[in-house]
């Protein structure tokens, strides 16, 4: 007899164990999702934190969430006024205590290195809820949070928790770091390209013909220069010359400024129609330029510039014009014309 009731105790034993261990399974959940991100991870500095997250039970009436920092995080200047909590996106609340009826505040409360929100006497946050908790100068429902927490001041792996009565847990770990910051350097190289093309910038061009000049007629030829830099401001075209439109024992003469190139008037110049964004300088601004042996600034930009051949409007034509008249002597004429190109970095 007094085996068997040895034998029945020990079941009884083994029984209520056995009903503790499920009990505390049911009763304990795992949030997902559970995620915190800070707008500073340097060590010791002020940083806001925003905490996601899903409960998978009930926070339910008179329930506490509790929000567990590890040692080092200082959360000594902030309070209730200073954290937002939302539920599917929508704010709640928030004040010292909780309040009473439905609608009514959660509480906040800050000890030590946690900080617990109590749910007031009637409302439930239901399970599988989108939990956001916004702690710091992000606060912005019922008063605008003007403290934060600071980090350790030790560079390290730190621990956030989530716990309370409402049954559920859960662990993350953030990293503070010696600092955010990586410097990046960079070298781009300068370019620079200068082109000379037929008129319309079907080729290279090189050598410019007047062809036979009479009296009753301009004669003209016309090409393109183009050009294309990384300068930020730009690139300039200078043109220059070793002399006038001559021969052996003549020249013609220079077109006056401000004048044009007609049939029957002896003279020499220039004209140029700049492409998009090009700018005409000094005197080639006018119809017509007489073309000095000097080094004389003929186009400019003022940034970046790209030439897409073809494309008429990223050039510029340069048109040379010479007229005779009955003194002018006859022969073959020549002049060189040099272009030279400045980036302007």
């Known amino acids: ?33 559970f995620s915190d991100q800070l707008s500073s991870q340097v060590i010791a500095s002020a940083s806001n934190h925003t905490i996601n997250f899903k409960n998978s039970s009930d926070f339910g009436p008179n329930k506490t969430l509790e929000i567990y920092f590890e040692q080092d995080f200082d959360l000594g200047l902030i309070n209730y006024t200073d954290i937002d909590l939302l539920d599917d996106g929508s704010n709640k609340n928030l004040a010292a205590t909780p309040g ?55 560079a390290e792996t730190y621990k956030i ?29 300068p370019e620079l390209s200068f082109y000379m093309r037929n008129s319309d ?21 016309s090409f393109r220069l183009a050009g294309e830099t990384n300068a930020v401001n730009g690139f300039q075209i200078w043109i220059s010359s070793d002399g006038d439109l001559r021969n052996d024992s003549d020249s013609i003469a ?22 998009n964004n090009i700018t005409e300088a000094g005197d080639f601004t006018d119809d017509d330029t007489p073309i000095l042996s000097t ?26 014009k010479v007229s005779v008249s009955s003194q002018t002597a006859a022969g073959s004429y020549r002049q060189l014309l040099y272009f030279s190109i400045i980036g302007n970095y």
């Open 161 to 189: 928790s989530i716990s309370g009565s409402f049954g559920d847990m859960g662990t993350i770990s953030v990293q503070i770091l010696e600092s955010d910051m990586v410097g990046l350097k960079a070298k781009i190289e």
């Open 254 to 275: 220079k077109i006056t400024e401000n004048t044009q190139v007609v049939a029957g008037t002896e003279s020499y110049g220039l004209a140029i129609t700049a492409g």
């Open 100 to 154: 009473s009826g439905v609608g009514s505040n959660i509480g906040v409360s800050i000890s030590g290195q946690t900080i617990t929100f109590t749910q007031n006497d009637t409302d439930t946050i239901a399970a599988g809820s989108a939990i956001t908790i916004k702690i710091g100068s992000i606060a912005e429902h019922q008063t605008e949070g003007d403290q934060q927490i600071y980090n350790p001041e030790t």
């Open 201 to 221: 910038d079907s080729g290279v061009f090189s050598n410019c013909s007047l062809g036979i000049v009479s009296q009753s007629s301009v004669s003209e030829c």
């Open 1 to 33: 007899m007094e085996k068997k009731l040895a034998h029945n105790l020990i079941l009884t034993v083994t029984i209520i164990v056995l009903a503790y261990i499920l009990s505390h399974q049911v009763k304990a959940g795992l949030v997902s999702g």
């Open 295 to 320: 080094n004389t600034l003929l186009i400019s930009t003022n940034s970046v510039y790209n030439y897409i051949q073809g494309n008429l409007a990223t050039s510029s034509e340069v048109t040379l």
